[in-house]
């Protein structure tokens, strides 16, 4: 019973960080490009400055809106979230997770994003790397088992994608995990 509640809680987790990111959109980078490479000095300068900000928040808040996705491919959406992370190890293509999902590979590409602010690859690596972090924090599995576990062949291949993920190798991650049980 702890380990589904576990599962539970950390599918749930992963759910709530992806709602909560943002997407950037084509007009903020405009702004921020503007704001970073101001060509104004002093009073010029402060009045530009503030300007773009203004316009950088008021973009934020128009992001921020609902995306129009009616409920129902909300619901394909959450399904194929939830395929994704049932089969970490293996995870399905993108045509072959449509089909299932019974849409294109297209629109689900656009409606995972709209809903995830991402694609579903990049969804799916993050479930695989989280996956692999807990087993490091929790489990007595060497790296390769980790890294067999959420289905990567290739150890050097994990480690680097483990490494750009979590900002870490994996085995400092297994040894702060030892270092706390100790």
Known sequence: FEQVATN????EGLDLCYAARRVRTSAMEQAIGQILSCPYQGKNRRSYLEHKALELVSLHLAAMVPPPITDADRQ???????????Q???????????????????YLKQSFQQVYGTTPFSYSRDCRLSQ????????DFTIGQVAAAVGYTNCSHFAAAFRQRMGMNPKVCQMQAWRCAS
């Not at 993108?94 to 297209?106: H, S």
């Open 8 to 11: 539970a809680l950390y599918t």
């Open 76 to 86: 394909c959406v959450y399904q194929a979230a939830a395929i994704l992370r049932e």
């Open 88 to 106: 970490i190890a293996n995870p399905p293509t993108i045509e072959a997770l449509a089909r299932q999902v019974g849409t294109n590979r297209l």
């Open 132 to 139: 692999a972090w807990r087993l490091l924090m929790t489990s």
